[in-house]
């Protein structure tokens, strides 16, 4: 499944997964326990709105990346810690419901101004 056709939460865990991003990172995002995005995964479940809300924001960002970097550049990015949000790993910013930091410096950085 590709990341731009994923409406259902199950899709885009799966897409996630391309870019490095596991079942375990999307459990810590959405802040619900790893077992919930399994069942969004198999489709037995629904996320609820703030969980949805934290994957759309991962999904802006990883296509934000995704212009500029590979699929495992974006799952480096997401996982190392970032100088424009003050050490703080994108992933974990975004478990925080820091989206618009963390769009703000996937932005800085496929436009250049982040070094």
Do not use: C
Not at 10 to 22: E, I, K
Not at 24 to 52: E, M
Not at 55 to 67: F, M, Q, Y
Not at 85 to 104: I, S, T
């Amino acid at each position: 499944m590709k990341l731009e056709r994923a409406v259902e939460a199950g899709d885009l865990v799966t897409a996630f997964r391309g870019y490095g991003v596991s079942q375990a990172d999307i459990a810590t995002i959405a802040r619900v326990d790893p077992k919930t995005v399994y069942a969004w995964k198999a489709k037995s479940a629904r996320p609820r709105p703030n969980a949805y809300l934290r994957l759309d924001g991962l999904r802006d960002v990883v296509g934000i990346l995704s212009d500029s970097l590979t699929r495992r550049g974006v799952g480096q990015w997401l996982h190392a810690p970032n100088r424009l949000m003050g050490g703080k790993k994108p992933l974990d910013a975004l478990r925080e419901g820091q989206q618009d930091l963390v769009v703000q410096a996937a932005r800085s950085f496929v436009d250049g101004s982040y070094v």
